[in-house]
């Protein structure tokens, strides 16, 4: 059972653009979100995060969402930009004591158009 | 960039043999991960360390185990590979929230 869904494989936006990544969750005893970027060949690099005591955290072009009664976060990207095609992956954790244990989607490939 | 390593960066080995991928670390964090990253599945957590020889199980555990015996390092053993752990691996830290990842270890078990 799928904890963490991306539905999209993949997405494909215009440059200068807004890109919005979607992923959803099952889990209501998740408290704390992540969104990773990857490259091919590379491992996942943070990117930005959110507590769900919040329901949006910016950062620069990164602006995260969270919809707790729908379990549903979103992460949008604007203006999009070609650095920006890799694939990203949501992740997910329970409040724990100490090691933080993530779910994560199954990605979804950005690919930014010039 | 977090100071993370892996080795190997690319391994071949056969069914049936034993396999040791090792995960090192210069940022002097306390967690230590495991995961591998399969299509369709993201990435799954292996097993997980939180301190010097405490470690327990994550998603994914049968036919690896694992040893933390100093603050930096963190072994993943495949004791006896099969096709189904042809995989590739990832090693992260953390000392909060966030975790930061290795380069990855792609293994072909043939």
């Known amino acids: 059972d799928q904890q963490v869904k991306q539905n999209s494989p993949s997405l494909s936006v215009q440059e200068g653009r807004i890109s919005i990544l979607n992923c959803d969750y099952t889990?209501?005893?998740?408290?704390?979100f992540l969104w990773y970027k990857k490259y091919p060949a590379e491992g996942p690099t943070f990117l930005i995060s959110?507590?769900?005591?919040?329901d949006k955290n910016e950062d620069g072009r990164f602006t995260v969402f969270l919809n707790k009664s729908a379990k549903h976060l979103s992460l949008h990207i604007v203006p999009s930009q070609p650095g920006d095609s890799a694939v990203y992956f949501c992740?997910?954790?329970?409040?724990?004591?100490?090691?933080?244990?993530?779910?994560f989607g199954q990605g979804t490939r950005l690919t930014i158009n010039p | 960039d977090a100071g993370i390593t892996q080795s190997p960066r690319h391994k071949v080995t056969e069914t049936g043999t034993p396999v040791t991928l090792r995960c090192h670390q210069t940022?002097?964090?306390?967690?230590m991960y495991w995961y591998r990253q399969d299509p369709g599945h993201g990435l799954r957590l292996i097993h997980y360390?939180?301190?010097?020889?405490?470690?327990d199980k994550g998603e994914v555990s049968d036919g690896y185990s694992v040893s933390r015996s100093k603050t930096e390092d963190f072994l993943l053993t495949l004791e006896s590979a099969t096709s189904s752990q042809t995989s590739v691996y990832f090693c992260?830290?953390?000392?909060?929230?966030?975790?930061?990842f290795g380069p990855g270890t792609r293994l072909t078990v043939t």
């Open positions: 992740a997910a954790s329970a409040p724990g004591q100490g090691a933080q244990k993530l779910v």
């Open positions: 992260a830290i953390s000392d909060v929230y966030e975790q930061y």
């Open positions: 959110i507590s769900s005591i919040k």
């Open positions: 940022e002097n964090h306390r967690y």
């Open positions: 889990n209501s005893m998740f408290d704390y």
């Open positions: 360390s939180y301190g010097v020889k405490d470690t």
